[in-house]
């Protein structure tokens, strides 16, 4: 989920009987501590994994061991446990963390679930076949980017792939994160990586009727 960093831009989550729902966010360098918003269910915590990373496993894509990077509560993380792979979650909120690892204990999951900055994932000491992302990408400012790919090269085996779900320019309307384009992911990974695919996806979320306009990635280390 998009709570591992936070954008410099306010947040926005609305829905269409509603008045807007708004959080009001730090910098994207201040790096503030996100657990007041964990006291409710924000909207990216929907209480179930993503459906594209349900189809993602169901297809037989998602093999070996799993990081989920901006975990949040932990939903996709479990779901992944749940199917038999070994599986670490980190976040950079503690409370985030702390619900996700009382989901593990009440549903006897065994997940690795950690407080990390997601631009500094060397710091697990491990790496992992496959990493997958909901809604952490499309929070990071151009600077931060090639940190995360960095970051992310750090812990993903050599032909391991990286699973991102993001928002899409063409969700219109201005809540929430930033766009995302093809090309920005293209230009993000235009070395050492191959891209096998970008295609449309719907990422769902808790305040919003309709699916949110999403790309969904595939993304191997050469």
Not at 49 to 71: H, M, N, R, W, Y
Not at 148 to 166: I, Q
């Amino acid at each position: 989920m998009f709570s591992a960093l936070i954008n410099v831009s306010d947040v926005r989550e609305t829905h269409p009987t509603d008045a807007p729902y708004i959080l009001r966010l730090l910098p994207m360098t201040c790096m503030v501590d996100f657990s007041s918003v964990y006291n409710d269910a924000p909207p990216w915590d929907i209480g179930r994994p993503q459906k594209e990373f349900v189809q993602l496993e169901e297809a037989g894509e998602i093999v070996g061991s799993v990081l989920d990077v901006g975990c949040g509560t932990g939903e996709n993380a479990l779901f992944l446990a749940a199917k038999g792979h070994d599986v670490w979650g980190v976040d950079f909120t503690p409370s985030a963390i702390e619900k996700a690892r009382y989901k593990a204990t009440e549903r006897k999951l065994d997940v690795t679930f950690l407080t990390r900055n997601a631009l500094e994932l060397r710091t697990l000491g491990t790496t992992f076949d496959t990493v997958i992302d909901s809604g952490l990408f499309h929070v990071l400012n151009d600077e931060e980017r090639p940190q995360f790919v960095s970051s992310l090269a750090s812990v993903l085996h050599r032909h391991g792939t990286y699973f991102m779900l993001c928002f899409s320019e063409l969700e219109p309307g201005s809540y929430g994160p930033r766009r995302v384009t093809q090309s920005d992911i293209r230009n993000a990974f235009d070395r050492t990586w191959h891209i096998n695919y970008i295609r449309p996806a719907q990422m769902e979320s808790r305040r919003l009727i309709d699916d949110i306009h999403a790309w969904l990635s595939s993304i191997s280390k050469e």
